[in-house]
């Protein structure tokens, strides 16, 4: 359960950079570094065993994603194991325009994760990845959910 | 070496009971395999023996190490008689793709011989055959996004295969709900316009993604590949055409359009 956390996680964070790259629009340009940061997780309640109870919601969330216009920490409740919901915690914008962005932002962040949970697939058919880009890709999350 | 799938046609009593569900993630043919093997599982062994077979048939067909068979035969320093059986049937199914769809399945895409756009499909496709022969009723070998399907995921659950959207990274465009069957899918999403329609010698582009589903996974991906060349419009007619196979096609502008029978295996998620 723990390991699967931490792919779900890993998930995340990657999706993640959808912050990023939208806070980019504002003036100056300088890479994001949400993508970049690794997906290492503080997971608040400790994981239950395959055993326990399915129901039961865990929280974890991610460690601060820090850029030029904002930082902040991904939040994901897992019910058994399908995420129930994405949050934002601890959030700070640079300004009130950074805010926006972010805020903007959020809601595609949230649906990416929760599209890909609840379509609960087994695997994925899609033009032949290359080794780089399979890292990305939802074939990826799923391996790493099943190790 | 040559490796076939006959080898492992009679499952030992103790490999039986060794076997156990296996998940297996390896890079090979510059992408990455992912075999799940559910149920009672499979022999290690004969998940072993799978992985050895996806490399030598890299190590054979690549037509990027000078070394390789197919570099050599290419090259004229072997011919087709002093080839590994492997290479005979490849290039005989190539064959039979190219005739099937008028040549849009081309023998030589990039001038030379190529037989790459059928090669994963079947090496995927006799994987899956190996697992078979080796006891596993319950797996899906995935090369690259090119997936055989035996059994069913779960008792009386078929196995959900997502459909990647070439638009939207991450997200799906439909669901495959099936059991024994192969799903394939060609575009340009991930290696760009690399598949070239033979009749214009120029890369085909009016498609963003085709997704073929049918029994087995060597016909099914050469026929994606077909399909793509083609366009729509003749891609969608010829696959309409193709015994056993279904296909979705994404246009560049997200549009989605498929063959009749395709809703029977698949929901669309717009």
């Known amino acids: ?147 | 070496m040559s490796l076939t799938a006959t080898a492992y046609a009679s499952p030992s009593l103790t490999a039986a009971l060794r076997a156990t569900p296996v998940r297996r993630v390896e890079e090979c043919m510059g992408t990455v395999f992912s075999l799940d093997a559910r149920g009672v599982g499979v022999d290690p062994d004969a998940v072993d023996a799978a992985i050895r077979w996806l490399h030598w048939v890299d190590r054979t067909f690549s037509t990027y190490q000078p070394d390789s068979v197919v570099s050599r035969l290419s090259r004229g320093e072997l011919t087709v008689d002093e080839c590994p059986a492997e290479v005979r049937e490849v290039l005989g199914l190539v064959r039979v793709a190219s005739i099937a769809s008028d040549g849009y399945f081309s023998e030589a895409p990039h001038g030379f011989l190529d037989p790459t756009g059928i090669v994963k499909g079947w090496a995927v496709e006799r994987a899956s055959d190996m697992l078979v022969a080796a006891g596993s009723t319950s797996h899906v070998v995935n090369g690259g996004g090119d997936v055989q399907l035996v059994g069913e995921a779960g008792a009386g659950r078929p196995w959900r295969v997502g459909v990647a959207h070439p638009l939207r990274p991450r997200q799906l465009v439909a669901v495959v709900t099936a059991s024994d069957v192969a799903v394939a899918t060609s575009g340009t999403a991930e290696r760009g316009r690399h598949i070239v329609d033979p009749h214009r010698g120029a890369p085909a582009d009016a498609l963003a993604s085709v997704t073929v589903v049918g029994p087995r996974l060597a016909w099914v991906d050469a026929s994606a590949t077909a399909a793509f060349a083609m366009g729509p419009d003749r891609g969608l007619a010829w696959i309409e055409g193709q015994p056993g196979l279904e296909a979705l096609a994404v246009l560049p502008t997200g549009r989605t359009r498929h063959t009749t029978g395709f809703t029977q295996w698949a929901a669309l998620t717009d």
């Open chain 1, 1 to 147: 359960m723990r390991r699967f956390l931490y792919a779900l996680l890993g998930t995340v964070a990657g999706l993640g950079g959808l912050i990023g790259l939208k806070a980019n629009l504002a003036p100056a340009e300088t890479p994001a570094q949400a993508a970049e940061q690794p997906p290492a997780a503080e997971v608040e309640q400790p994981p239950a065993d395959a055993g326990a109870p399915a129901g039961e919601a865990k929280t974890a969330t991610g460690d601060k994603a820090t850029n030029q216009y904002e930082s902040f920490q991904v939040k994901v409740t897992v019910s058994g194991k399908q995420i129930t919901k994405v949050e934002i915690a601890g959030l700070t914008t640079k300004d009130a325009k950074s805010k926006q962005v972010t805020g903007d932002a959020l809601p595609k962040l949230q649906k990416a994760t929760l599209d890909a949970q609840s379509a609960d697939v087994d695997t994925v058919s899609g033009a032949t990845y290359t080794t780089k880009s399979y890292q990305e890709s939802l074939q990826s999350a799923l391996d790493q959910a099943g190790l």
